[in-house]
């Protein structure tokens, strides 16, 4: 099965540490989807892809979350100077272009900030 | 900006009952999806639906999309223990390919 997959699926570091996740779509799909989850919500948009194009980052958290794909496969989030709050699951999904937008997530990262 | 509300925010049902969750956008949607998501997991892609007015079903879930294209529903008929998890919906932000998903509905099923 070449589900989208996550890496790692848990970090744990301490406040002020700079982190960075790794995504895998599924290997056809050409958008690629960050996504924040806290506990009893639903996903919170943060960006997106389609290919190595970033079209949409005016939902990123902050400054200091950034992300890139520059090679239109992987994609790369990465979180400067952690603080507390920062702690959640960051979900990746992607998609197809023309089709109706059915994103398929992958296992989550889940980040812990002490 | 675009919301979408998820009614109830839990529900508790004995095996067998049925469980209805409700979907309410404040705009038009293109399309509507629903998302499982099972204690501890991801969310796992369930069904879109497009067109206004549309009812589908998977086995014992039946999804309708309302006339306005605006609210949404997922029945679940005779509830088993495999169905306990967060149901959300998700509606594409007009112009966008970023979903707006609701805060969930959380099944719980007491065997």
């Known amino acids: 099965d070449t589900g989208v997959s996550q890496d790692p699926r848990h970090k744990i570091t301490k406040r002020g540490q700079n982190v960075t996740f790794r995504c895998d779509p599924i290997?056809?799909?050409?958008?690629l989807y960050w996504y924040r989850q806290t506990l009893g919500q639903g996903p919170e948009f943060l960006t997106y892809?389609?290919?190595?194009?970033?079209?949409?980052k005016s939902r990123l958290l902050s400054d200091r979350f950034s992300a890139e794909r520059p090679k239109g496969s992987f994609s790369t989030l990465e979180i400067q100077r952690t603080e507390q709050g920062d702690s959640a699951m960051y979900l990746c999904?992607?998609?197809?272009?023309?089709?109706?937008?059915?994103?398929?997530f992958g296992p989550g990262t889940r980040l812990t900030v002490l | 900006g675009q919301q979408v509300m998820q009614i109830p925010q839990y529900q508790h049902v004995q095996e067998g009952e049925d469980f209805t969750t409700y979907c309410n956008s404040s705009?038009?949607?293109?399309?509507i999806q629903w998302y499982k998501q099972r204690p501890g997991g991801h969310p796992v892609f369930l069904i879109q639906?497009?067109?206004?007015?549309e009812v589908k079903k998977q086995k014992r879930l039946t999804f309708q999309f309302g006339e306005a294209k605006k609210n949404s529903s997922l029945h679940i008929t005779a509830t088993q223990t495999t169905d306990v998890g967060t149901y959300f919906c998700?509606?594409?932000?007009?112009?966008?390919?970023?979903?707006?998903f609701g805060k969930g509905t959380k099944l719980s099923v007491i065997p």
């Open positions: 999904a992607s998609s197809l272009v023309g089709g109706r937008n059915t994103q398929y």
């Open positions: 998700a509606g594409p932000l007009a112009g966008s390919y970023q979903l707006t």
């Open positions: 705009t038009t949607l293109s399309n």
């Open positions: 892809f389609q290919n190595e194009a970033q079209l949409e």
């Open positions: 639906l497009v067109k206004s007015g």
């Open positions: 290997s056809e799909h050409n958008r």
